[in-house]
């Protein structure tokens, strides 16, 4: 079984001394052989809140990172796969960000690394709310992405893991899960949470969270784990057996980030 962990952690906003502790409370208490985070920031001199996560988390930790340039160069923003065991290969894309004529949106790219045979994904879109038509160009290249460098000897098929920003029944989730078709084209990954099956609405931005009420948006699900389905995988390599949303309480004071977690458990030969 490959159990994964994927999380915003909201750089180092709010208490983050506090959160982080938090963040290594909830790593503990799943035991996740992956964990994928988005928001990681790395400042000029190297500090890098996913290596904190790392290096402070019960367990021995690899890390990948990629991220682009923010604030004015004054630091790097993007995603990070941590795992428990040697990480082989990585890869990084960038994705489609900004329309044309807006400048304030940091560039969104996809994270890949190869760990135990595994092919994981970490990734983080676009977030607003009327940006639905760049979010749908952004899953067609991650699909491509994915499917450049996914090995297929893998013994499971690739597990996405992110932020995507988009409720279940948008074009571009839609689009992932085999719902939709954009450009002519589809494909389909399963949404952990919807065949798993999760309990409850599944929301991972949640009012109930001190630091996203401040915000005042509605609730929604917006975070996901997708795995890749293959109906030729022995065994049933790939199945989502297990699902649930965590970090959806304090554990030891602090909530983890303003968005909740997600956990799921993938069947493995």
Known sequence: MLRVLTLNHWYTAG???????EICAWIKHLEPDVVCLQEVLESPDGDNTARWIADNAAGDWHVAFTGRDVFEGAAIFGNAILSRWPIDATNDRD???????????????ALH????????????????????????????ELDDFVKETASPDSPIP???????????????IRYLTGGHAIDGRSTYYQDAWRVAPGRGDGFTWDNRNIHAVVEREPDRRIDYIFSGWDPARPKGAGRIAFAAVVCDRALT???ASDHFGLFAEIETP
Request: include cysteine; charge should be negative; hydrophobic fraction near 30%.
């Open 15 to 21: 208490d983050w001394r506090a959160r982080r502790v």
């Open 95 to 109: 994705l489609t960000s900004n329309p044309p004529g807006r400048l304030d949106e940091v560039q969104r790219c």
């Open 113 to 140: 690394a190869r760990t135990n045979g595994y092919d994981i994904y970490c990734t983080h879109l676009v977030w607003r709310y009327e940006e639905g038509f760049i979010r749908e160009k952004e899953v067609v």
């Open 158 to 172: 690739p597990v996405i893991c992110g932020d995507f920003n988009a409720e279940p029944d948008s074009t571009e």
């Open 253 to 255: 004071g602090a909530f």
